[in-house]
């Protein structure tokens, strides 16, 4: 089984992201989520970045955050380690949206990557320490 950690930094506004996030190597995966009222952080949403910063990608959700209530953060995670493949960066994304299944994620809802286990540290918010695909549950 492959080990993948990633270190999630943030959580920062969508314009923050969107306006000072554009360093031309800066990749990787990105979580959407909101907090309204009194209930608990909640995923909205689980991406990745490859070929664009994460200002570029980010300003892609503008239009449809705009119709969410309450407050919209975005933390921004990298994986530690110095050989980040595309591929592999599609796998952690995938078993992250099949493990937490947030709202508005449609595709990736089946995971078909490596055997992975995924440990999140730094700013993970709602986001399990431990996602183990041996561990997947289908419903």
């Given at each position: 089984?492959?080990?993948v950690e990633?270190?999630?930094?943030?959580?920062y506004?969508?314009?923050t992201?969107?306006?000072?996030?554009?360093?031309?190597?800066?990749?990787?995966?990105?979580?959407i989520?909101?907090?309204?009222g009194?209930?608990?952080?909640?995923?909205l949403?689980?991406?990745?970045t490859?070929?664009?910063?994460?200002?570029?990608?980010?300003?892609?959700?503008?239009?449809?955050?705009?119709?969410?209530?309450?407050?919209?953060?975005v933390?921004?995670?990298?994986?530690?380690?110095?050989?980040?493949?595309?591929?592999?960066?599609?796998?952690?994304?995938?078993?992250?949206?099949?493990?937490?299944?947030p709202?508005?994620?449609?595709?990736?809802?089946?995971?078909?990557?490596?055997?992975l286990?995924?440990?999140?540290?730094?700013?993970?918010?709602?986001l399990?320490?431990?996602v183990?695909?041996?561990?997947l549950?289908?419903?």
């Amino acid at each position: 089984m492959e080990e993948v950690e990633v270190e999630w930094y943030g959580p920062y506004k969508i314009d923050t992201v969107v306006e000072e996030f554009h360093e031309d190597e800066d990749f990787g995966l990105y979580m959407i989520t909101r907090k309204w009222g009194e209930y608990p952080e909640k995923i909205l949403y689980i991406g990745l970045t490859y070929y664009q910063d994460f200002g570029t990608r980010l300003s892609q959700h503008q239009r449809w955050l705009s119709t969410i209530r309450g407050t919209v953060k975005v933390r921004i995670g990298y994986l530690i380690e110095n050989r980040s493949s595309k591929k592999r960066l599609e796998d952690v994304e995938n078993l992250l949206i099949c493990w937490h299944n947030p709202e508005y994620n449609e595709k990736g809802l089946v995971y078909c990557g490596r055997d992975l286990r995924i440990i999140n540290s730094g700013r993970r918010g709602p986001l399990d320490e431990i996602v183990d695909s041996d561990e997947l549950e289908y419903i």
